[in-house]
């Protein structure tokens, strides 16, 4: 059979292909000359021309072997084939003159010799003899041939390990990534492809003056942090360690691989210039407003005005406003209506129930169910202790005693409730005391925490004690000054429990979008996209497996870095810790451990889970009704059945992942430059098994993408409303005696919303976290690929099949255990279903969700 199938390939004269892709014209309106000056290139004989390169027969130059290349080829028709003026797809025809000594494609070469780049998509082989299709997925920018060095090369969608790889095909596979890591020099630009590493050291902004300058993170023992993709851009004027920064007045447009940039639907397109219009127009023409006639919300009232009616503004501010924002992108991002300004949509806190968030049962659930669930722990010890150097601050031993807890623990003592695993504590007190003197040399003013729980016979856990501390005045070599709060239903003592609560949340608030959200999210990812893209070749099945894990992270990261962790950026706005925000951030990394990453593990550490053989997978939650732990171990298996099942395919023995020179080199690399600074911890695993290979894989895609959607998608549900999830707190708590006291006795609101989020931050803030909870029209979610023909192995594609079907019973599942009534803690008492591990979601503000990548 195959001989014939041979006969007939030698007698075949030519081979149909088609392609797909996407015009220049189509994706940037501002560059409709691109069409034009493409057309008449086409006239004088300049076109796209492609060329097949054997996988089977070689050529020679002495050590240099390289696949045969089959004659040039011609997209054919592209002035007749016309491109809809949306945002499409172009299907082309192609014709390869057939020639024997080729074989079986395994790769092409295309040249682009138009006057603007298009985004290729695919090129598909249509019954090459003895084979069937051959596909080629492509998804990536192909430049002029005069910006760049050498003709694009695409694989196809076979799968090989370095060793396996055909010896024609290798030079290239070789030279491929040699191309992507670039040589470490100069300033990259937009045709560049190249994943290089570089320190935050473009957060900083000292020639705008000495208020701007922050400290380089990364390279250091005392501000480590993880590596971010390399621009290349020179450095200040002032600073020779600081990367200068783009001009506002240019663009957002910073350097990242043009592959890695949004796609042309995404609506994260559409953020780029939502943020950048808040950061230009919105923010001062409403600091300007706000200077001259400064408000405050005076009850809840005013803030659900926000939601009802909006913020009234005079019309020459508007005006301005409208002038130089586009309409249709006011109308959306901005939701203007005759004379009112930032209406925003109704938060699902409040949409039931507009007081239920003020309940010490919510406040509770919100740690097990909310956007930041990833902090409680099980306390074993009363009074809880400190892991702060005691030579440095003292004595930071908690003083909440057993007094403060043993009347409110439904009949049992202490030392019962702690053998009963009962006390549970969300702790922020060590992350903050080491920062708090300067923050609150800041306009914050605000405590470090510690808050004790219990829980319920019902699985529902309550309050029992806050404790809000502060730097001892003498010197933090003296500890700390504390005060302990209880609950209090009625009075003024209820009103000082609702600020205690207060305080708390705002500590909660900004250790989320610092820590929980941005750090072990968004930047711990961000170098392995970097290496995988530098190390592993694109027929590499690991980069097959987390390729689709790392869309759109650089490109978001880039944006946070110019507009929203940088100097004087949204967060250091909007966010307590204000201008040592990200500094906190990196001394906190310092206690980062990539195998505790894994959700058991974390669990485990946490004390909220204990391995227990006779439990679903091996562990039993201290808390059964845990949503967040419940449905993440659901995720988390699944991913990792699937990571088992695609890993063993490609790697039958641990040998041959000791032998993998690709694999070890990318792994090298991730522990020794991406996250550089931790390169000498123990606890690194060594990949030298398929086990360690599946736990790291595992990991990856879990950050990437469940836990990611887990702190990100429920930002504008739960902190919309901002009274719920205040980020800043402005004064301490007031003194008996005080004109604050009095007033918390007179206008208890007024007195808890002069405490926390100004009115002008919490504008601005509710604007971005809408943005940036929202889903794009073109996500892809969990369990799914952008195309079906991502590989041609069919054992793999049969793993993925059954790892979507798992994902749909999870789907099933959480529905069901939503709607039961048994689990009080999935619902609460604001009404709001747990749905932020639910896998798949429509677009916009949905609370539910799980992207494959960090994209936004």
């Known amino acids: ?115 603007s780049e298009f985004f290729l998509k695919s090129l598909t082989l249509e019954s090459v003899p003895g084979h069937g299709d051959i596909h080629f997925i492509c998804n990536s920018w192909v430049y002029p041939a005069r910006k760049s060095k050498t003709d694009r090369i695409f694989f196809s969608n076979k799968t090989y390990l370095p060793s396996q790889t055909p010896v024609p095909l290798l030079k290239y596979r070789e030279e491929e990534l040699e191309n992507l890591r670039g040589n470490g020099r100069g300033t990259l630009e937009e045709w560049d492809r190249v994943y290089d590493y570089a320190y935050y050291n473009d957060l900083s902004d000292p020639d705008k003056g000495p208020q701007y300058a922050r400290p380089v993170l990364g390279g250091s023992t005392e501000y480590p942090y993880p590596r971010r993709g390399r621009t290349g851009r020179p450095p200040t004027k002032s600073d020779a360690k600081s990367e200068s920064r783009l001009n506002f007045a240019m663009s957002l447009d910073i350097y990242v691989p043009r592959d890695e940039r949004f796609g042309h639907l995404k609506l994260a397109d559409f953020l780029a210039n939502a943020l950048k219009s808040l950061v230009q127009v919105v923010k001062p023409e409403l600091e300007s407003l706000f200077d001259s006639t400064p408000e405050e919300f005076d009850s809840f009232e005013d803030v659900f005005k926000l939601y009802e009616g909006g ?366 600074d931790k390169k000498n911890e123990p606890w690194w695993p060594k990949i030298q098994s398929g086990e360690e290979l599946v736990e790291v894989c595992t990991i990856i895609i879990w950050v990437a993408s469940a836990l990611h959607a887990a702190t990100n998608f429920g930002q504008y549900p739960y902190a919309g409303f901002l009274p719920n999830r205040p980020t800043i707190s402005r004064r301490l708590m007031p003194e008996e005696g005080s004109v604050e006291y009095d007033e918390l006795v007179g206008n208890p609101e007024k007195a808890f919303l002069k405490t926390i989020t100004a009115q002008l931050p919490t504008l601005i803030g509710i604007s971005l976290i809408e943005i940036l909870s929202r889903h794009s029209s073109d996500e892809v979610y969990l369990g799914q690929r952008d195309t079906p023909n991502w590989t041609c192995d069919v054992e793999p594609l049969e793993a993925f099949n059954k790892f979507g079907k798992r994902l749909t019973q999870i789907e099933e599942k959480i529905v069901t255990m939503n709607n039961d009534g048994k689990h009080k803690n999935r619902v609460g008492p604001v009404n709001m279903p747990y749905t932020l591990l639910y896998p798949t979601s429509k677009a916009g503000l949905t609370g539910m969700g799980i992207p494959n990548s960090v994209s936004i």
């Open 1 to 115: 059979m195959f001989v014939n199938d041979v006969e007939k390939m030698r007698k075949r004269e030519s081979i149909e292909a088609r392609v797909i892709l996407m015009k220049k014209n189509v994706l940037d309106f501002n560059d409709l000359s691109a069409s034009l000056l493409d057309r008449l290139h086409e006239f004088l004989g300049k076109r796209v021309s492609l060329q097949l390169i054997s996988s089977v027969h070689a050529h020679s130059a002495g050590n240099d072997i390289r696949g045969k290349l089959g004659k040039s080829a011609y997209l054919e028709d592209w002035i007749s084939t016309i491109t809809p003026l949306k945002a499409g797809e172009s299907a082309f025809k192609v014709t390869f003159d057939w020639d024997e000594d080729i074989g079986i494609p395994g790769a092409f070469l295309i040249r682009n010799d138009h006057h």
């Open 311 to 676: 913020i009234k503004v005079p019309e020459g501010i508007l005006k301005n406003i409208r002038d130089k924002i586009p309409a249709e992108l006011l109308k959306e991002i901005l939701r203007t209506d005759g004379e009112r300004f930032l209406k925003f949509p109704l938060p699902q806190v409040i949409k039931e129930d507009k007081s239920a968030w003020r309940t010490d049962e919510e406040f509770s659930r919100e740690m097990l169910a909310g956007v930041n669930p990833v902090i409680i722990r099980c306390l074993q010890e009363l009074p809880p202790t400190s892991k702060l150097d005691t030579k440095v601050y003292g004595d930071q031993t908690s003083t909440i005693r057993k007094k403060h807890i043993e009347s409110n623990i439904d009949g049992l003592t202490v030392d019962e409730a702690i053998r009963q695993k009962r006390f549970f504590i969300l702790d922020h007190h060590d992350a903050l005391i080491p920062y708090l003197r300067k923050i609150n040399s800041t306009s914050t003013k605000t405590y470090a925490s510690r808050t004790i729980l219990f829980l319920q016979n019902d699985g529902t856990l309550k309050p029992l004690a806050i404790e809000l501390s502060l730097p001892h005045p003498e010197g933090d070599q003296y500890g700390v000054i504390s005060k302990v709060y209880t609950p209090a239903k009625e009075g003024v003592e209820n009103t000082i429990w609702q600020l205690a609560k207060a305080y708390v949340a705002v500590n909660d608030s900004g250790y989320h979008q610092l820590i929980s959200h941005w750090l072990n999210t968004h930047a711990v990812i961000e170098p392995f996209v970097i290496a995988t893209n530098r190390q592993l070749s694109v027929l590499h099945p690991i980069h097959k497996l987390l390729h689709p894990h790392f869309r759109d992270t650089m490109n978001i990261n880039a944006l946070a870095r110019q507009i929203l962790i940088n100097a004087g950026g949204f967060v250091e706005a909007t966010v307590f810790p204000s201008k040592y925000s990200m500094e906190m951030s990196s001394v906190i990394y310092k206690n980062w451990v990539f195998p505790d990453q894994a959700l058991p593990v974390d669990l485990i550490k946490r004390g909220m889970a204990v391995e227990d053989s006779r439990c679903p997978h091996g562990l039993r939650l201290v808390i059964e009704d845990y949503p967040y732990a419940v449905d993440g171990l659901e995720i988390w298996f699944a991913i990792k059945k699937w990571v088992q099942d695609y890993c063993s395919f490609y790697y039958k023995e641990d040998d041959t992942i000791k032998k993998d020179l690709e694999l070890q080199s990318w792994w090298k690399e991730i522990r020794e430059e991406g996250h550089g």
